[in-house]
């Protein structure tokens, strides 16, 4: 029996429509006996078991080639009874395709092609679903869901071109964090070694020792008794002033109110003064 594929989309499909519906009763009897289920549960579980219904092929049929395969398991979903050609009735009854989530770095399509890649597609009558591979969606005759194919991977390009981007900006700012820390990180350097060279010059000038800040900022020329720089006496000053219970100018900021002035003076002497002088 010559058979002429009716239409160039499956044109790699070489088994006639009704050896083929042959075959899927045969597999269906098979499917029957083994406990497989054709209602879609789980994906691990169906690529299980679409494994399974392509060793049974190819050990009852021999090597069918990926395009037979493929229109096999088509068959196989689709309502028994009411279909009586490939198009419309089998490669153009699937009502939507969805990308699974599931990675498997040694998979197969339904029709036994190696991917990492899954699809899921629906019969819109039996509501049965295959596993196939993302090439051969529309490689093996399912045109109607070409838009949607192309679609969704345009989607999906769309989104890691943003997700990228995301990236890019992101190693962008941690660049620059690290630039301004490598920065910030150089100035205290070069500010220490300012310092330690202000030190050395003032050590070897003379400068004597301050127990408050431990660096040589003491003049030469200052008293034996001066133990502390200028800094460090007005910080020990203010430390001690806050001890004894001064309050501090809500201008200057200084411990220069006594504890024993009424609660309404908030300003020392030179501060009220300035504060209550005429502009």
């Known amino acids: ?3 002429v594929s009716p239409s160039p989309w499956i044109s790699k499909v070489t088994i006639p429509f009704e050896d083929a519906v042959e075959k899927v009763n045969k597999l269906k009897i098979y499917c029957a006996v083994e406990g497989i289920d054709l209602n879609f549960t789980s ?3 169906r690529l299980k078991q679409q494994e399974k219904i392509r060793n049974y092929i190819k050990e009852t049929w021999g090597c069918l080639g990926y395009p037979n395969t493929f229109a096999l398991f088509a068959l196989l979903i689709a309502p028994e009874n009411t279909v009586t050609k490939w198009l419309p009735d089998v490669m153009e009854s699937v009502e939507r395709c969805e990308r699974t989530t599931i990675i498997v770095d040694d998979g197969h399509c339904c029709c036994g092609h190696h991917t990492t ?3 899921v597609i629906t019969n819109e009558i039996t509501k049965r ?14 045109e109607c869901l070409k838009d949607n194919f192309n679609q969704m991977i345009q989607k999906e390009r769309q989104v890691e071109k943003e997700g990228k981007q995301l990236e890019r900006e992101e190693i962008k700012r941690i660049k620059k964090l690290e630039t301004e820390k490598a920065k910030h990180e150089e100035e205290e350097r070069m500010k220490q070694v300012k310092l330690r060279w202000e030190e050395e010059e003032k050590q070897a000038n003379g400068f004597k020792l301050c127990k408050g800040c431990n660096r040589h900022t003491i003049s030469p020329d200052s ?8 800094s460090c006496w007005n910080e020990n000053r203010k430390e001690t002033r806050k001890e004894t219970g001064m309050r501090p100018c ?3 900021k200084r411990f220069l109110i006594h504890p024993d002035d009424p609660e309404w003076r908030v300003r020392c002497g030179s501060c009220y003064y300035n504060w209550k002088k005429p502009i």
């Open 129 to 142: 679903s295959l596993i196939v591979g993302s090439h051969c969606l529309v490689k093996y005759g399912l």
């Open 43 to 45: 994906i691990e579980g």
């Open 250 to 252: 809500i201008d200057c």
């Open 1 to 3: 029996m010559s058979f």
């Open 223 to 230: 008293p034996c008794f001066k133990k502390l720089c200028l």
């Open 117 to 119: 890649q899954y699809f």
